[in-house]
């Protein structure tokens, strides 16, 4: 009979378990042969063996290699900055992270890389994996990209990539600048670059929503850009939840809309999105891709004037025409 806390950790970990595992959760050598002679559990690697009731997977053979590696390792590296989406990577072959103190000598599933004092608080789980956290995966990869193409070009390319980890709420932005602030003086690699960034990216800092949004904030003039809050939440009760922009100086709601806002759904999902802001007391002003991209005076000239002069009323502005309207 398999011990239930092995049967625990087989449900969490993919249908695997390290032997370092069934020592643990068995200490007696009976209990633990009655596991490894057991007709239902299967020896994959020297380290770890598999319930046959599973499938093999993707997953499954990721979760093999952070076990193999040794007692807390994390998935790290290229893996995980694919399982987060960062820039064109594979998960495979797997990458893992390990304590220097943890002993992983011999042959590994992954490449197992020593790291000085890991933090078990870099840790989380993508889809149960054990993997380093989104920040300490930027961090990484502001060194990789150092060491391969120097620093103004790693600079470059990581400015999209931490724009969109913030994006999408994978970074927290305090987290993130406690951990240059941890890294600081330990030689890390790639702090140089992350530093670069974050100077520009307070603790509080909101990206824009899309690329579309940052060609819109390019046209504009500074005193406009530095009138303008980025994705804000106006409606306390849901309904709108977050604009594209908030001007400072008056309430002004500026709202980029791109191609996927032109079917027939979306156009009344925005004019009730509209006349709720218009209710608040807001006007609203609607650009559209095809302005940002072919119509930039008039973007720059019809803002410029906006946010000098304000409503009397609020009032719904479309400068220009739909693109569904002749």
């Not at 490449?111 to 989104?134: E, N, W």
Request: aromatic share 6%.
């Amino acid at each position: 009979m398999i011990p239930e806390e092995i049967l625990l950790l087989l449900q969490r970990q993919h249908g695997l378990v390290a032997d370092r595992q069934i020592a643990a959760a068995a200490p007696s050598k009976a209990a633990r042969r009655r596991v490894y002679e057991h007709p239902e559990i299967e020896r994959i690697g020297p380290r770890v063996r598999r319930h046959l009731a599973t499938t093999a997977t993707v997953d499954q053979g990721l979760m093999h290699a952070a076990l193999d590696a040794g007692d807390g390792a994390l998935l790290w590296g290229k893996t995980a900055a694919a399982l987060w989406g960062f820039g064109p990577f594979r998960v495979t072959p797997a990458h893992a992270a390990v304590a220097r103190s943890v002993n992983c000598r011999g042959p590994r599933v992954a490449r197992v890389h020593a790291i000085r004092d890991l933090d078990p608080a870099a840790g989380t789980t993508v889809s149960d994996l054990p993997v380093c956290r989104p920040e300490e995966t930027v961090l990484w990869l502001c060194g990789m990209w150092t060491h391969r193409v120097g620093h103004e070009l790693a600079l470059a390319r990581m400015e999209a990539t931490i724009d969109q980890a913030w994006r999408d709420d994978l970074i927290d932005g305090h987290a993130i600048h406690a951990l240059a602030e941890r890294s600081g003086g330990r030689g890390r690699s790639g702090i140089v670059v992350l530093r670069a960034l974050l100077d520009r990216r307070p603790p509080d800092y909101q990206p824009s929503g899309s690329g579309l949004e940052d060609r819109f904030e390019e046209i504009v003039s500074w005193e406009v850009r530095s009138a303008l809050e980025r994705q804000v939440r106006v409606d306390d009760e849901r309904t709108i939840r977050i604009v594209d922009y908030r001007l400072r100086t008056w309430p002004l709601i500026v709202e980029v809309n791109g191609f996927g806002h032109t079917s027939l759904t979306e156009r009344e999902n925005d004019a009730e999105r509209y006349r709720r802001l218009l209710d608040q007391g807001y006007s609203v002003v609607v650009w559209w891709a095809h302005d940002i991209f072919h119509d930039r005076d008039t973007v720059r000239t019809v803002m410029s004037h906006l946010q000098k002069h304000p409503d009397d009323k609020p009032t719904l502005h479309r400068p220009t025409r739909a693109p569904w309207q002749p």
